[in-house]
């Protein structure tokens, strides 16, 4: 069973900066991918940004060029940079991982960014 320990949310005024961190365990394997979604009260949820195992990464059209998303080098632990933030941004982010071998995708609880224009 792998568990996703998410960090990092609050309440910030537009402009401002966050950094979510979330920390998997629970596996002898890293996983393949890593990433946050986010989803707002009467949204669907949508990707964020996505980075796998090589580093290689993916962001959402809304946030290209103010989140950045990293990896650490135990691979266990995605942070994602969030810059430049606008009242849009405010959903509930959640942190996922896929498994390697499976594919299965294992997700956090959420953790609440709110941005005050």
């Known amino acids: 069973q792998v568990q996703l320990a998410e960090s990092g949310g609050g309440w910030v005024q537009a402009g401002g900066s966050l950094r979510l961190s979330c920390a998997a365990s629970?596996?002898?394997?890293?996983?393949?991918?890593m990433g946050w979604y986010r989803q707002a009260p009467g949204n669907q949820r949508e990707k964020v940004a996505r980075i796998t195992i090589r580093d290689e990464t993916e962001y959402g059209d809304s946030v290209k060029g103010r989140f950045t998303i990293s990896r650490a080098n135990a691979k266990d632990t995605v942070y994602l940079q969030m810059n430049s933030l606008k009242a849009e941004d405010t959903a509930v982010y959640y942190c996922?991982?896929?498994?390697?071998?499976?594919?299965?995708?294992?997700w956090g609880q959420g953790t609440q960014v709110t941005v005050s224009s």
């Open positions: 996922m991982a896929v498994r390697p071998g499976t594919g299965e995708i294992d």
């Open positions: 629970g596996s002898i394997f890293s996983p393949n991918a």
